[in-house]
């Protein structure tokens, strides 16, 4: 199942295998969502990262807004998004994407960012302004934030949980051997502060964060590393495939059957004791993020007063644990 080796010295390029299948973006939804998109001088993620989910999130009319222009002072080994110096911030995108959001009547949004390691703030107000334009502009609506690690900064992250998002999520990405090779300018302390200080701060925001296989972790490793983001107080977990951008990336060392996908769900759930996992080979962090806030969210029903059904069981709540240890 292996092409011959492209040079000398270089990790073999691995076939996709028949579960990996991913629909080529199109329709009237999905083409009228993006035109709003470039109307409104916005970005996503779904784009600029080259998601494998574009088609179906984009012909379903949802998409993740990526803020702070579409330039990252990062240079992560997996990441198809560009890096560079960014332009200076645009301090009229959050009403802009805020007004995208109403002329969609999403239900519920998904904002993530490039880094912004230039600022001293991360960009963190920016996160604020557009929860607080959301809640404003088109109430009703829910709001995952999906934030750098702001250097673990305290300060910084207390800016964002001040304006109250219904899910705070920062993805570890990879296990913690893997750290420097997949994202050199991260460090897995900064992870560990972003998500373990988030749930101190106000308990009743959910917190969640994604890991990528097929990077040459072990599948223990994998096991352990989620082990390590319950204990930080994490609630939602998501678990993908990492899928080669270009061939200037990182290559993929191995594919996830699907099985595999499920007993790590299991794992989680109910060995781990997450409040909702999803596992799968087209996985990525906003998967299914609306369900999860109809399921879970304390916030989201004291704004609003509503009582949201499980869109799906959630077999295992989160296990009571001593966050000061």
Known sequence: MRTPVIG??????????GWIKVRAPGGATYERLFALMRSKALHTVCEEARCPNIAECGGGGTATFL???????RSCGFCGIKTGRPAPLDWEEPERVALAIKAMDLKHAVITSVNRDEREDGGAPIFAMVIRC?????PGCSVEVLIPDFKGSLPVLQTVMAALPEILNHN?????RLFRKVQPQDRYGWARAT?????????????????????????DEVVETMGELRSWGVDILTVGQYLRPSMRHL???RYYTPDEFKELKRVGLEEIGFAWVESGPLVRSSYRAERQVQALS???????????????PVTHRPRRFDLEG
């Open 195 to 219: 998500l373990s200080n988030a749930k101190q701060l106000d308990p009743e925001v959910l917190t969640k964060s994604g890991i990528m296989v097929g990077l040459g972790e072990a599948f």
């Open 134 to 138: 959301i809640r404003e502009i088109h």
């Open 67 to 73: 803020m702070m222009g579409d330039i990252c002072t």
């Open 251 to 253: 290559p993929v060392e």
């Open 298 to 312: 304390v916030v989201h029903r004291k704004l609003y007063g509503e009582a949201h059904p499980a869109s799906e």
């Open 8 to 17: 000398a010295g270089e990790i073999p390029v691995l076939r996709k295998p």
């Open 172 to 176: 570890v990405e990879t296990v913690p």
